[in-house]
Nanobody, 124 residues
């Protein structure tokens, strides 16, 4: 399974971005998907996840109410809509795929496949 993340960039505080992650080489519709991020000098942290069916979504407290994860199985793509961005959101964002639907969806070790990351920089 290959994952290609895109959509990052430079945005002013209060602005919005939408990240995309296109999957190929696997059965995307059967995978739970997640977004993680890593800021310089910090550990990779969970941002959001969505179940294979799309019926359930999960968010880190720090992004709840501002970020929305969604998926389009027809396009083999998962999205992360990010609104009301602030400087604390500056990081490299990674998408990841979990073929097994682990209940430990906030842990990076639950995901078998990772994209290459896309940089998000929020200027204040």
């Amino acid at each position: 399974v290959q994952l290609q993340a895109s959509g990052g960039g430079l945005v002013q505080a209060g602005g919005s971005l939408r990240l995309s992650c296109a999957a190929s080489g696997g059965t995307f519709s059967r995978y739970a998907m997640g977004w993680f991020r890593q800021a310089p000098g910090r550990e990779r942290e969970f941002v959001a996840a969505i179940s294979w069916s799309g019926a359930s979504t999960y968010y880190a407290d720090s992004v709840k109410g501002r970020f929305t994860i969604s998926r389009d199985d027809a396009k083999n793509t998962v999205y992360l809509q990010m609104n009301s961005l602030n400087s604390e959101d500056t990081a490299v964002y990674y998408c990841a795929a979990d073929p097994w639907g682990s209940s430990q969806r906030t842990l990076a070790k639950s995901y078998d496949y990772w994209g290459q990351g896309t940089q998000v920089t929020v200027s204040s």
